[in-house]
Nanobody, 120 residues
Framework: QVQVVESGGGLVQPGGSLRLSCAAS????????MSWYRQAPGKERELVAI????????NYAESVKGRFTISRDNAKMTVYLQMNSLKPEDTAVYYC?????????????WGQGTQVTVSS
């Protein structure tokens, strides 16, 4: 069955770094664009970063540009989010998403989320 499992979250001080991982199984990973979203308490879920199926194209939310880097390893069926210079406003639950468009219909798989807390 399809599984999308995030890991690597935790508590970090402002200015620190974390690396999130998202391990996928049960679908053809290399055919899916992969994204990281986050949701802070009381706020809507927002897109943080996206990477194309081949890894050749990436895009970031303005709030994380220059600080976060998304990457993927199709052989390991894993996507990563390297987060540097973390700020308290980065505190949120981070979710991994896999998406493919099939005949105009979006196929989405989501993980359960991992908590990132930035606090001194």
């Amino acid at each position: 069955q399809v599984q999308v499992v995030e890991s690597g979250g935790g508590l970090v001080q402002p200015g620190g770094s974390l690396r999130l991982s998202c391990a996928a199984s049960g679908f053809t990973f290399s055919m899916y664009a992969m994204s990281w979203y986050r949701q802070a308490p009381g706020k809507e879920r927002e897109l943080v970063a996206i990477i194309s199926s081949t890894g050749g194209t990436t895009n970031y939310a303005e709030s994380v540009k220059g600080r976060f880097t998304i990457s993927r390893d199709n052989a390991k069926m894993t996507v990563y989010l390297q987060m540097n210079s973390l700020k308290p406003e980065d505190t949120a639950v981070y979710y991994c998403n896999a998406r493919r468009i099939d005949w105009g219909r979006a196929i989405d798989y989501w993980g359960q989320g991992t908590q990132v807390t930035v606090s001194s």
